[in-house]
């Protein structure tokens, strides 16, 4: 079938990308689905740093490629093998495929599906095949999603079906990277408990979805370190007790100083060397500190050997929150229909395929939460 999509033809690409226009609309050829593979039909895709660095050169990805992989859809047709979905149904995406066999899969921990990171790294979908073709040459899906495009052909293990009729795929879009990657660092990585501490460090949309599990799971210091003071206005109001300008200068002994020796989760979500440092430096002593931003390959991060034994601290990733997503992901759901995870505050706007471009432009400049392209 034709569809219309957004492809990303060289990387790295320069900003302003309105005026270099990495991500160019371009009507392309799908392939049905495979035995174990859907046929979606895209209801709304998020903007994430995910994407950005692909389109930066952060994160090296071969090209074309059709980028997008924080989604919600409607199933338009299944493959053969597949008994559990149906036309019809919603699903939401998920940005790590899983083969269910690997050694992580069995120890319940599909974000580090040995097979899926593989086929994501190659730009294919988990049958090592690419359904997506140009003027009769190949082009790559991203992270097995591929969801700038109105249609999406991914593997099974890339969505979960949820009952969620009632809420719009521009803010159901959301569970599938921010709400997965934040609140599940907060719950499922970090563990956090009532009355414990949190720092969070970097306030994009999964910064915010992260304040957001502190804040549910009953935490009663949350502490908000951003640059921007329109966001950590914006953490104020959804629960931060206290926030912080990251380039005031002695900002982590204040921070110490005004929490009693520091936090005891500080989670690093600005993807940058410098905000992991500072989330480190402001952990108290037998605290943890977690990273789930994504930094450039490059980036190194240093830390005194002697402090993590005579400090009892831990150091840890957290990827896509440790989730399960056929758990966590409709636990999620139901934790915002109950009024615990207000994720529609993080909505900054929506925008059509042809003006994303420009919505990368804002999210590089740090001028938006989480923006939406909408195509239902």
Request: hydrophobic share 45%; aromatic share 4%.
């Given at each position: 079938m034709k569809i219309r999509a957004a492809v990303l033809t060289a990387s790295p690409a320069s900003a302003p990308f309105a005026e270099s226009r990495p991500l160019r609309i371009r009507e392309l050829e799908l392939d049905p689905p495979g035995p174990e593979e859907v046929l979606v039909r895209i209801g709304a895709a998020g903007l994430c740093h995910s994407d950005l660095s692909v389109i930066n050169g952060n994160r090296p990805r071969p090209v074309p490629m059709v980028l997008g992989h924080e989604a919600a859809?409607?199933?338009?047709?299944?493959?053969?093998?597949?008994?559990?979905?149906?036309?019809?149904d919603r699903v939401v995406m998920t940005f790590q495929p899983t083969c269910g066999a690997c050694l992580p899969c069995a120890e319940?921990?599909?974000?580090?599906?040995?097979?899926?990171?593989?086929?994501?790294?190659?730009g294919v979908l988990m049958s090592g095949t690419m359904r997506l073709h140009d003027g009769g040459g190949d082009v790559h899906h991203h992270c097995g999603v591929s969801a700038y495009a109105d249609h999406a052909v991914v593997s099974r293990h890339s969505v979960v079906r949820v009952d969620a009729d009632d809420i719009p795929f521009a803010e159901l879009a959301l569970f599938g990277c921010a709400v997965q990657t934040g609140v599940g660092a907060i719950?499922?990585?970090?563990?956090?408990?009532?009355?414990?501490?949190?720092?969070?460090?970097?306030?994009?949309?999964?910064?915010?979805?992260?304040?957001?599990?502190?804040?549910?799971?009953?935490?009663?210091?949350?502490?908000a370190v951003d640059l921007?003071?329109?966001?950590?206005?914006?953490?104020?109001?959804?629960?931060?007790?206290?926030?912080?300008?990251?380039?005031?200068?002695?900002?982590?002994?204040?921070?110490?100083?005004?929490?009693?020796g520091g936090v005891d989760h500080a989670v690093e979500l600005a993807g940058a060397a410098?905000?992991?440092?500072?989330?480190?430096?402001?952990?108290?002593?037998g605290g943890q500190t977690v990273t789930a931003g994504l930094a450039a390959p490059t980036a190194e991060f240093r830390i005194p050997a002697v402090n993590i034994v005579a400090?009892?601290?831990?150091?840890?990733?957290?990827?896509?929150?440790?989730?399960?997503?056929?758990?966590?992901?409709?636990?999620?759901?139901?934790?915002?229909?109950?009024?615990?995870?207000?994720?529609?505050?993080?909505?900054?706007?929506?925008?059509?395929?042809?003006?994303?471009?420009?919505?990368?432009?804002?999210?590089?400049?740090?001028?938006?939460?989480?923006?939406?392209?909408?195509?239902d």
């Open positions: 859809g409607t199933v338009v047709q299944v493959g053969a093998a597949i008994r559990d979905l149906a036309p019809g319940g921990r599909p974000a580090l599906c040995i097979p899926g990171a593989e086929a994501n790294g190659k719950l499922n990585t970090c563990r956090v408990q009532p009355g414990h501490s949190v720092a969070i460090v970097g306030l994009g949309g999964v910064g915010l979805a992260a304040l957001l599990g502190a804040v549910a799971a009953g935490a009663t210091e949350i502490v921007s003071a329109d966001k950590l206005a914006l953490a104020r109001d959804l629960g931060a007790t206290r926030v912080y300008d990251a380039a005031e200068p002695g900002v982590a002994d204040r921070i110490r100083a005004e929490t009693g410098p905000a992991f440092e500072l989330a480190y430096k402001i952990t108290r002593r400090d009892e601290r831990t150091v840890k990733g957290s990827y896509m929150g440790s989730c399960v997503p056929q758990r966590d992901i409709p636990r999620f759901i139901r934790m915002y229909r109950a009024g615990i995870l207000p994720v529609n505050r993080l909505l900054t706007r929506t925008l059509t395929l042809d003006r994303i471009n420009e919505g990368f432009d804002l999210l590089d400049r740090g001028e938006a939460i989480r923006q939406v392209v909408l195509f």
